[in-house]
């Protein structure tokens, strides 16, 4: 597994109450990362991140007494990003017709990781950014997204069966040329 | 990641985890988001209370209406006053955005630092910052920037564009001391505009009649220019600027007339009466140059 700097994990630790201003820039960064993984691109992920971050001051005489604040900020972000989807979502169907995607054989690896996590719905991406990229266990998953076990485990299975067909490609063509 | 997960599995996982590390390793950098959320979080709060209190109002008129119009009420024939449908100061007030304060460290150890100030004061005067930062911001043009105190001194704030400028802004009121009011300012612009060196001057009067006079003068650099305007106010010198930034080069993007206009809005001079009779800096030892 390489290393990629944020910690996930690790920073997810108890940890004492501390002003929000200290806990908001020591997170932001790692919240933004998530974020642009659950909506695809920068300008959303940023929006996402700080109305994620607005929610956690509006309310953060309990988030801070929480014992993992920044297990609290990623479910705040998860679910902020689900509400979002579905108002979207309402609102495509409502108005518009949906264009096509971004093209999935495209070579570069981000586009390609993108185009493949566009293709999943919505609370699928959002099991699928917690599991590997938070390493966030089946349990808590289940636990922030209200459904079982089995259903997070299900879905991620499914998920990276359609992700692995189309990553698995691109992996290929990469390292090999 | 991979408790009890088959081995294809997890050799999936590690693959679509080495495509996320791809994908945010070529992420561009967020600027800071600390600020425009607090911003935004205060917005939420004070949403939240308007919507509590709208619906504890409705539920007191939908007793109220109910008490006169459904039977066994006492409303057969007896007129009431109507309730006021003027809504509370209190609850239909939006809070003041937050702007995050600039620190800046001191330069010297003569040199005061607000963090010096004993606790009440230092609230007073940090409240009075972000009034005045929030009015700054409506009142001066928008090529200045987002204005936000500095937490060194209370006269002290800055503009910040999102091009990266930074002008240094004054808002000082200060105790005149025993300096003559005449001899504290040039309130009329000099009759001989040459005396400037290139700079210009605008006159003009506050509400009550005073004479102002705002500057534009070159700041030491060729074509860089910083804009002041100073008057006297009760039992002090009261005095607005705006510096360029020298790393852009860029001069202070406000004209001496749309200083005048900041300066005669009645909620500036509201800001300026305050701290004239709850002063916050130091008296004058000497004359103040022009």
Same mark, same amino acid.
């Given at each position: 597994?390489?290393?990629?700097?944020?910690?996930?994990?690790?920073?997810?630790?108890?940890?004492?109450?501390?002003?929000?201003?200290?806990?908001?820039?020591?997170?932001?960064?790692?919240?933004?990362?998530t974020?642009?993984?659950?909506?695809?691109?920068?300008?959303?992920?940023?929006?996402?991140?700080?109305?994620?971050?607005?929610?956690?001051?509006?309310?953060?005489?309990?988030?801070?007494?929480?014992?993992?604040?920044?297990?609290?900020?990623?479910?705040?972000?998860?679910?902020?990003?689900?509400?979002?989807?579905?108002?979207?979502?309402?609102?495509?169907?409502?108005?518009?017709?949906p264009?096509?995607?971004?093209?999935?054989?495209?070579?570069?690896?981000?586009?390609?990781?993108?185009?493949?996590?566009?293709?999943?719905?919505?609370?699928?991406?959002?099991?699928?950014?917690?599991?590997?990229?938070?390493?966030?266990?089946?349990?808590?998953?289940?636990?922030?997204?209200?459904?079982?076990?089995?259903?997070?485990?299900?879905?991620?299975?499914?998920?990276?069966?359609k992700?692995?067909?189309?990553?698995?490609?691109?992996?290929?063509y990469?390292?090999?040329? | 990641?991979?408790?009890?997960?088959?081995?294809?599995?997890?050799?999936?996982?590690?693959?679509?985890?080495?495509?996320?590390?791809?994908?945010?390793?070529?992420?561009?950098?967020?600027?800071?988001?600390?600020?425009?959320?607090v911003?935004?979080?205060?917005?939420?709060?004070?949403?939240?209370?308007?919507?509590?209190?709208a619906?504890?109002?409705?539920?007191?008129?939908a007793?109220?209406?109910?008490?006169?119009?459904?039977?066994?009420?006492?409303?057969?024939?007896?007129?009431?006053?109507?309730?006021?449908?003027?809504?509370?100061?209190?609850?239909?007030?939006?809070? +003041? $955005?937050? &702007? !995050?304060?600039?620190? %800046?460290?001191p330069?010297s150890?003569?040199? @005061? #630092?607000?963090?010096?100030?004993? =606790?009440?004061?230092?609230?007073?005067?940090?409240?009075?910052?972000q009034?005045?930062?929030?009015?700054?911001?409506?009142?001066?043009?928008?090529?200045?920037?987002?204005?936000?105190?500095?937490d060194?001194?209370?006269?002290?704030?800055?503009?910040?564009?999102?091009?990266?400028?930074?002008?240094?802004v004054v808002?000082?009121?200060?105790?005149?001391?025993?300096?003559?009011?005449?001899?504290?300012?040039?309130?009329?612009?000099?009759?001989?505009?040459g005396?400037?060196?290139?700079?210009?001057?605008?006159?003009?009067?506050?509400?009550d009649?005073?004479?102002?006079?705002?500057?534009?003068?070159?700041?030491? +650099? $060729?074509? &860089? !220019?910083?804009?002041? %305007?100073?008057?006297?106010?009760?039992?002090? @010198? #009261?005095?607005?600027?705006?510096? =360029?930034?020298?790393?852009?080069?860029?001069?202070?993007?406000?004209?001496?007339?749309?200083l005048?206009?900041?300066?005669?809005?009645?909620?500036?001079?509201?800001?300026?009466?305050?701290?004239?009779?709850?002063?916050m800096?130091?008296?004058?030892?000497?004359?103040?140059?022009?």
């Amino acid at each position: 597994m390489p290393e990629n700097g944020r910690g996930p994990g690790a920073a997810a630790g108890p940890r004492a109450p501390e002003s929000f201003e200290a806990f908001a820039r020591a997170s932001q960064k790692r919240l933004y990362r998530t974020a642009y993984l659950l909506c695809g691109d920068a300008d959303t992920a940023r929006d996402l991140t700080q109305t994620t971050l607005a929610k956690m001051f509006q309310h953060w005489r309990r988030a801070s007494a929480a014992d993992h604040v920044e297990a609290y900020a990623r479910t705040v972000l998860t679910r902020t990003y689900l509400a979002e989807r579905r108002r979207r979502l309402r609102d495509l169907l409502a108005h518009s017709r949906p264009g096509p995607g971004p093209s999935p054989d495209h070579a570069d690896l981000r586009v390609t990781l993108l185009s493949a996590l566009a293709g999943l719905p919505p609370r699928a991406r959002a099991m699928v950014v917690l599991r590997y990229w938070e390493d966030q266990s089946v349990e808590s998953v289940a636990t922030l997204l209200k459904c079982s076990e089995s259903t997070v485990k299900s879905q991620c299975s499914r998920s990276l069966v359609k992700l692995r067909a189309q990553l698995g490609e691109a992996h290929v063509y990469a390292t090999g040329s | 990641m991979g408790d009890n997960m088959p081995e294809d599995e997890h050799g999936s996982a590690l693959l679509v985890r080495e495509f996320m590390e791809h994908a945010v390793a070529e992420l561009p950098p967020a600027h800071d988001l600390v600020p425009a959320a607090v911003v935004q979080g205060r917005r939420r709060r004070a949403r939240v209370r308007v919507a509590v209190a709208a619906a504890v109002a409705c539920a007191v008129g939908a007793v109220v209406f109910g008490s006169v119009v459904l039977p066994g009420g006492d409303g057969g024939g007896t007129v009431r006053p109507a309730a006021s449908t003027t809504p509370s100061p209190r609850t239909s007030e939006e809070p +003041a $955005p937050y &702007r !995050t304060p600039v620190h %800046v460290e001191p330069t010297s150890d003569t040199e @005061d #630092a607000m963090a010096d100030l004993p =606790p009440a004061e230092r609230e007073r005067q940090e409240e009075f910052q972000q009034r005045a930062a929030v009015l700054l911001d409506e009142l001066l043009p928008d090529e200045v920037g987002l204005i936000r105190p500095v937490d060194l001194a209370v006269w002290r704030y800055q503009g910040e564009t999102a091009d990266g400028e930074v002008f240094g802004v004054v808002l000082s009121v200060r105790p005149s001391g025993s300096v003559p009011r005449s001899t504290r300012h040039g309130d009329t612009c000099p009759e001989d505009p040459g005396s400037l060196r290139g700079g210009s001057c605008e006159q003009g009067t506050l509400p009550d009649g005073t004479k102002v006079a705002a500057y534009r003068l070159l700041d030491g +650099a $060729p074509d &860089r !220019t910083y804009t002041r %305007v100073r008057f006297a106010y009760g039992h002090s @010198d #009261a005095e607005l600027a705006v510096y =360029p930034d020298p790393d852009a080069k860029a001069s202070a993007p406000v004209t001496a007339g749309q200083l005048l206009a900041v300066v005669r809005d009645r909620r500036f001079l509201d800001l300026v009466r305050y701290a004239d009779a709850n002063p916050m800096e130091k008296k004058q030892i000497s004359v103040m140059g022009g």
